[in-house]
């Protein structure tokens, strides 16, 4: 038995007829919007990255941070 995914039954639900064209195997016709599309999502899943990787250096700087006034002040109260 074949494994059904989510966006088969999302595509079902929005078009039945363009489903069974991709079930079937027919090439679409809007390949110039899907390659677009597939565009978009990849700068945006870099775009994330990039945020995530920059949050954790705010993270380590902000802890560096915290360790320097802590050891200065130490150092003050010697």
């Not at 995914?5 to 016709?29: D, K, N």
Request: aromatic share 14%; with cysteine.
């Amino acid at each position: 038995m074949r494994t059904v995914r989510a966006s088969e039954i999302s595509a079902y639900i929005f078009c039945r007829r363009a489903w069974w064209y991709a079930l079937r195997g027919f090439p679409s016709r809007n390949q110039s919007e899907l390659s677009a599309g597939q565009e978009l999502h990849k700068r945006h899943g870099q775009a994330v990255m990039t945020t995530g990787c920059l949050r954790y250096a705010a993270y380590f700087l902000l802890l560096a941070a915290l360790g320097m006034l802590t050891a200065y002040l130490v150092w003050l109260l010697i």
